[in-house]
Every structure is written in C-alpha cells, then in structure tokens.
C-alpha cells in the first residue's frame, strides 16, 4: 500500500504555485480547450512551463482533457493529445472513453485518467475503462467508503477520490440542466450552475411551503478531513481537492491542512490541525462543510438550503437592531477565531425574505462587548441597510484577514516554503577531486554528480571536517531544495576552500532543476494517422431497418395505454421492482416486445438489482457502464445502449455498439444535426433515437423526496413518500418539472416541457435512423394516446412533421421545446474529414 497523493486544483499561475508550496504530491488543471472548467486554463504554448515548473518542484502535473468530443473536433483533439505527452504530462484525465482508446493509441506510454465525469460507481465500471487504457479512475462522490472499499478490493487498476470542495447535486456526466435550459453542456465544460437555484416544492399539486430550504437542490461542501486516520489505509491512490474556479487562497489553506491531516494519518499520528486551522477551512470557502455521502445516506444533511453561494463561519444571530449598532448573540465555539473590525460578514434572512431580494453585508467597523455576552456590531455610513435585517437572522463571516494572513506564505512566499530532501554522498581525499553525489530522497532515481577541477591539496591548518560539510552544503538558500541527509568520506586531510564548495552546490542545483524538468522520453505516434487508423477500423454500417417504434412508460397507470396502441416493444422504467413481472406478463401476453430499463447507476451494493434484472429474462436498455461490463459477454441478454453512456463521437459509439449493444441511443449532448450525421457515418440502425421525452435535467443521490416529505434518513426509515406522493420542483418561470425516484431511491429530475424532435424527423429519416423511442413521465392515458397515435400518423405520411409538431404542443402537459435538438441558424455541419 503506498500513501495516497494529495492532489490540487489550480485554474491558472497563481492558484499552481500556491498549491506547490502548501505540499501538494499532484496538480490538475485543464488547458483553454477540452476541459470541464471553460472559464480557467492555461494555453497549450503555456504547458511546456507549467510541466517544468512542477517537476522541478517535485509535483505532478495532470491534464483535464474531460469533455465530451464532437466528431469535428477529433483532429484537434488528436493533435492536442500529441502535445500533451511531448510537453511531458504525468496524465491527461478523460471522460471519453473514445478519446481515451485515441490517446492510448498516439501515446501509449501516457498515463489516462478516468474523470468521475465517468458516472463509476462500481468494479465493473472501473473494469470497462481499463478495457481503453485508463490506469487510474476518479470514483463519483455519492459513494461511502465502505463502498470505495468494496471497489479497491475489486479493482484492477488505480482509484481516486474526491475529499474536499463543492459537490454537485446530479452525478457529475449525468446532468443535463445546462444543455436543457442554456443551450451549454455541463459535458463540454459549460456548467450553468443550474443547481444553485431556487425551487419551490410542488406535491401532489400543491404547493408545499419549505421555510428557509428555497435551495433545495444546492448541497454543502465536502469535507473528509475527520475521515483521514479510514482514508489514508483506503488502498485509493489520489485524494482530491475541488475547485479550478476557486483562487490561491482556498488552494492554499485547503492543502496544506490535508497535506498535514495526510501526513500525521500515514504516520499512526492524532490530525496536526487545531481548531483554529478547521475554521480557517471552514473560513477560506464553504457552503457549510461535511463528509456528506462518504459517511453513507443521510439526506437530512447533504443539502441544508438556506443559501446557494459561499457562507464562510456562522458567527451568531440577530438578537437585536438598534439604529447605532445590530445586537448578536455569538456561535459556541469560536473562541479561537472571534469577530474583529475588517471581517467582512453577511445577515442571512433566508427565513422570511425571497430567494431573489439582495442580502445585507459589509465590512465589521466595531465589535463592542455589551454585557448578557452580547455583540454591538457597527459598520461603516451606508454600507448596511439596518430595516433590512431582523431578529433572528443568523450572521455568517464570509471573509477574514487572519486567513488571508495564513496563506500567504504559500500564496506570495519570499522563499520556497516546500523543498525537497536530498542526500549528499561526498567523497574528499587529498590528491584527488572532490566528489559529490547528489539524490533526490523521494526520487532515487534522480542523481546529480558534481566534482572539484583540480585535486584536493592536504590541508595546513584546517582540513576538512563533516561539520564544516553539513554547514556549508544545507545552504540551500531560497532554492527548492533541503539537505537532508550526509555521508562523508574524508580522508588525507584534504584542504578543500568555501569557495569550491559553494560553487559545487550551485552546480549541483542547477544540474537538478535542468534534470528535473526535462520531459520524459515517451514514444508519440503520428496522431492524424492514429486517428485514420482507428476510424477505418469502425465497423461498417449495417444495413437499414424497417422503422419501429418504442414507448418508454414509468407507471402501471401508463400501462393500459402503451399496450392498446400495440408499438414495436414497450420499455418498462419502473419504480417497484416487484412490478415489473406482473407488467411484463401483461405486454407479453399483448404479444409485443418488452424491455427493461435499468437504473443510471450501479453501485457495489446494487447486484442483488442485477441478479432480478437477468431473471426477467428481458432485453434491457443499459444506462451504465459498469451494468454494460457486466453483461457484454451474456449472448442470452439483448442489451440497447441508452443516452448516459456519453456516446458523443463516432470512436465512441462504435467502442460501445463493440461490446455487444445492439442499438446505441446517443447522447443529449448532441443537436439534431449532429446526430443525423453520425448515423450516416455508423449506420442509422445502430442507433435509437428518442423522438419525444422530458429531458433527464438531474440525476441525483440525493432524495427529495426523503428530505422535505419525511424525516427520515433513508430508505430504511424515509417511510417511501415516492410511492405515495407526485412531486415536482417549480422554478423562477413558473415550469414545474417532475421528479420521480429509481429502484436505488436515486431522484431524477425531469424537464417541465416535452423535448420533441419534429422539426428533424424528415432529416433522421433520411439518415437511416428507423428505431424511435417516445418516452413518458407523468403524461396521462390519454396523453400517451395523443402523443403515440400523431407520431404514427407522421411515420405512415398521414401528417406532415409541422402537422405532428402542432399535435404535439397540443398534447404535451406544459408545452414542449427543441431543447438539446436545437440546431442555430448560423450553424454549419463541419464534416470529419
């Protein structure tokens, strides 16, 4: 077992240096293109210095090259593969996995990454990435770490996790708000943030009143920082910190206490963190900070709901409002770090004013003690509105120039705070030259030798001792380096002046940090010819099938309707297991094909959900990989592909249709153009398309219906109000979209109106896609008949697309919208040459 790396974001310069000296092992980071985080990088003429800067130091530097790749974009990112590994990247990290079987292929030598961008819950997932060259995967952080430990004992390859920063609600690659709503993929690095925003809860209807919890889909921060004695002997490779959008100050408080929680674990050692350091964790950026799912369920913690946006330390409430001063009662347990003029601080009202009015806050003047234990606090002329704040509202510091203060060092140090440990190996011999031989403690591998021109000369008065050694060869100065460890061979009272010796220290630190920067000799293929290569290799088109429509229905009382309008097959996407055998014997007996769709996430403890998907003796629709891994060798399940395995590129769709898919639906990520061009290219057979659907905005751990119709903490105690109740989340618009739970009580949230592709129906058909699927979530009876019957009407040339389009927005419950179909007017088709 080897200590896991403590591994750092940095969005740009800053943030990179700072992370180094606060200790990091690693650092991620993206380039300006192919990264999750759009808005921060580096550019690619920029890489070559940031590789030798971390090498230097000692630090590995890691790639995010984790976006969805469109077709257009393969040569691009096939060349920017190439120049990642020349520039000596120690990984890139992916969420392709085409991309990563196209990295493999151009520099085989290189370390890949999965992103947890991957939606990997389980071993089987882990497996299929191994299956492209992935060494190393980025586990989702909705798992416990007893799950993480089920997987390690199971894994072929590394495994990384995420201990620190903001949590996403949905499962990170499995979020489509952004594309649904802004027409910008969370896939491709566009992330709107979607989740940060306020909801109200509609059951059953009505409106059901949350108080303060308006956010309700907004988590808290993790912290795993009281998890690292469990952690450190995990056996995972790499502990995360989040936060490529966030600046040096939070990079540098952040790993710093996680390097010292890592290092006293490690060592069988209690946490090197006082209380004082936990808050300015606490102080530097959070949400409210917690282990959240690494503890196991509790969805009365993860998402409080207060606020969406940094809080910092809640520092008191409200007690009173004067007009000279507002009157607070202080927090237990801040002691270490009270209030104080400069503190910059925010008046939370969340319990009676609307999500949409502006907060009251400012910069602390005073802090005057007033007796009962009480605050006065004043701030400057105009800078808070007192008739705006109440009685009760609790007080957060959202910035404090004591934390400033302590990252400072790592942020603006006037030497290097971090160095690396070396060992001199110094032989001294009268009428000989002076030897030294350097080593890096942490990388044997690493030697320097450097010796005197001339032979030493014995001395008269005052040979050379090991003292005089020591002294003069740890004055490393401001360099990045530390004398850790001496052996001397002195013999013949050799003379040997300062001088000489200083000059062979600058040598020898100069040879190290040339040395150290140098990138690795890696062998890197021509990439377009790689890229040629494995796109001749892509399996020919298979030949057109006759068209066959597929309803997807999500209730018994849909039931009925789906099998009276006798479609091609039905896809039962049931809540209770149990079920599905009496509705699979109904549709069988109706003599029409059925399928099972099968959860988007698998985790270790969810095979026994596996075991009864294969007794059904059903074809399934496959929404995970790690349930693809499982099955792809069974000749006795017919499997289809849905959207959530992120097939976004020809290498892609045809790597997955390669492990026994029989049809592959891509994913929403695409517009409808791109789709039609891609089944040109892989045949339109092989695909599925979904022609009417609510699209799945959210899929999330996190159960809403557990948290606001419930006190319970899970499913073994929630008493299933998702069995009992229709719930839906109302945004700012007034659109309700409907949330409904999985056979794992995971949520999905679906999109109010229905995502309908009339307007290229005509363009699908004339590129040979003949399989459509129309999916339903709350639609009644009579709507599936509406929707199902027009669509019919369209595919026998009764109607015409706009005529199936007009029927639709008739018959859909709150309107429809292209949505992720919609092609720009001054969009243009660039073809994959």
């Not at 800067?53 to 077709?71: E, I, M, S």
């Not at 110094?426 to 990388?443: C, N």
Request: hydrophobic letters at 45%.
């Amino acid at each position: 077992m080897r200590k896991p790396e403590i591994m750092s974001p940095a969005g740009y310069w800053p943030q990179l240096h700072a992370a180094i000296e606060a200790g990091a092992d690693a650092v991620y980071f993206g380039l300006t293109h192919f990264t999750a985080r759009a808005k921060v990088g580096f550019t690619l003429d920029e890489l070559p210095e940031v590789m030798k800067t971390l090498h230097r130091r000692g630090v590995k530097g890691y790639v995010t090259f984790n976006t969805l790749v469109f077709d257009h974009e393969l040569r691009a990112a096939a060349t920017a593969l190439a120049e990642i590994a020349a520039a000596g990247a120690d990984a890139i990290i992916v969420q392709d996995v085409g991309i990563a079987a196209l990295a493999r292929r151009i520099a085989p030598d290189l370390p890949i990454h999965g992103s947890t961008q991957m939606s990997i819950t389980s071993a089987e997932g882990v497996a299929l990435a191994a299956r492209y060259g992935v060494s190393r995967v980025v586990l989702a952080r909705e798992l416990s770490l007893a799950e993480v430990a089920a997987i390690r004992a199971r894994s072929p390859i590394e495994l990384e996790i995420f201990v620190h920063g903001a949590l996403c609600v949905s499962y990170s690659g499995q979020c489509f708000s952004s594309e649904a709503w802004g027409g910008r993929s969370a896939n491709r690095g566009q992330c709107a943030q979607a989740c940060r925003l306020p909801y109200d809860l509609i059951v059953d209807g009505q409106h059901r009143p949350l108080g303060a919890a308006r956010y309700l889909l907004s988590p808290g921060d993790l912290a795993a920082i009281d998890e690292m004695a469990t952690i450190a002997r995990l056996g995972v490779s790499a502990l995360k910190i989040e936060g490529r959008y966030k600046d040096a100050e939070y990079v540098a408080i952040t790993t710093n206490a996680y390097r010292r929680a890592l290092d006293a674990a490690w060592a069988g050692l209690p946490p090197d963190l006082t209380s004082t350091d936990r808050l300015h964790l606490e102080q530097v950026y959070s949400r409210g900070l917690g282990p959240h799912f690494l503890r196991g369920t509790n969805h009365q913690a993860v998402v409080e709901g207060r606020a969406p946006r940094h809080r910092g330390l809640l520092m008191g409430r409200v007690v009173r409002v004067r007009s000279d001063a507002i009157l607070i009662a202080p927090e237990p347990g801040r002691e270490a770090a009270p209030l104080k003029p400069g503190d910059g601080v925010v008046f939370d009202a969340a319990d009676w004013r609307s999500p949409e009015e502006p907060e009251e806050g400012g910069r602390i003047f005073t802090v005057t003690p007033v007796g009962d234990g009480l605050l006065a606090l004043t701030f400057a002329k105009g800078a808070i509105n007192p008739r705006r704040i109440r009685a009760g509202d609790l007080l957060w510091r959202t910035s404090d120039p004591q934390t400033e203060r302590v990252a400072r060092p790592f942020v603006q140090p006037a030497a290097p705070v971090r160095r690396q440990p070396v060992r001199v190996e110094a032989i001294a011999r009268a009428g000989a030259p002076l030897k030294l031989r350097w080593t890096l403690v942490d990388r044997p591998d690493l030697t320097v030798t450097v010796q005197s021109s001339e032979p030493l000369t014995t001395a008269q008065n005052r040979p050379l001792d090991e003292a005089t050694l020591r002294d003069q060869l740890s004055r490393l100065g401001d360099t990045a380096y530390q004398l850790a460890e001496l052996a001397a061979v002195i013999e013949g009272n050799p003379f040997v002046p300062v001088s000489l010796l200083n000059q062979l220290r600058r040598q020898a630190v100069a040879a190290f940090a040339e040395l150290q920067g140098q990138p690795p000799a890696i062998t890197i293929h021509d990439p377009v010819r790689a890229l040629d290569e494995m796109l001749a290799a892509v399996a020919p088109a298979a030949p057109p099938d006759t068209t066959q429509l597929h309803l997807l229905i999500r209730s018994p009382d849909q039931l009925a309707a789906a099998i009276a309008l006798q479609p091609d097959s039905i896809t039962l996407d049931y809540l209770d297991l149990e079920g599905l055998k009496p509705a699979l014997a109904q549709v069988r007996a109706a003599g029409i094909a059925v399928r099972i769709a099968a959860p988007r996430v698998l985790k270790p403890e969810d095979e026994r959900v596996v075991r009864f998907l294969r007794k059904l003796d059903a074809p399934l629709l496959v929404r995970s990989t790690g349930l693809l891994e499982m099955l792809r060798d069974d000749p006795a399940v017919e499997l289809t592909g849905d959207f959530s395995l992120n097939a976004a590129n020809i290498l892609t769709a045809d790597l997955l249709l390669g492990l026994g898919l029989q049809r592959l639906t891509l994913t929403h990520d695409l517009n409808a153009d791109q789709i039609a061009h891609l089944a040109e290219r892989i045949g339109g057979s092989r695909l599925e398309a979904i022609a009417y659907h609510h699209l799945p905005v959210f899929h999330t751990e996190h159960c809403v219906f557990c948290r606001f119709l419930s006190n319970g903490t899970s499913y073994k105690d929630c008493g299933r109000p998702c069995e009992r109740h229709r719930v839906a989340l109302r945004d700012s618009h007034g659109r309700a979209h409907p949330v409904i739970a999985d056979v794992g009580c995971r949520n999905t949230v679906f999109g109010a109106e229905a995502q309908e592709a009339s307007k290229y129906l005509d363009r699908w058909r004339a590129a040979g896609i003949a399989h459509y699927r129309l999916e339903f979530v709350h639609e009644s009876a009579a709507q599936i008949t509406n929707v199902t019957e027009a669509f019919r009407a369209y595919l026998n040339q009764q109607i015409d697309a706009a005529e199936l389009g007009r029927r639709w927005r008739q018959s859909a419950p709150q309107g429809v919208t292209e949505g992720s179909f919609f092609v720009p007017a001054n969009y243009q088709y660039i073809p994959l040459m």
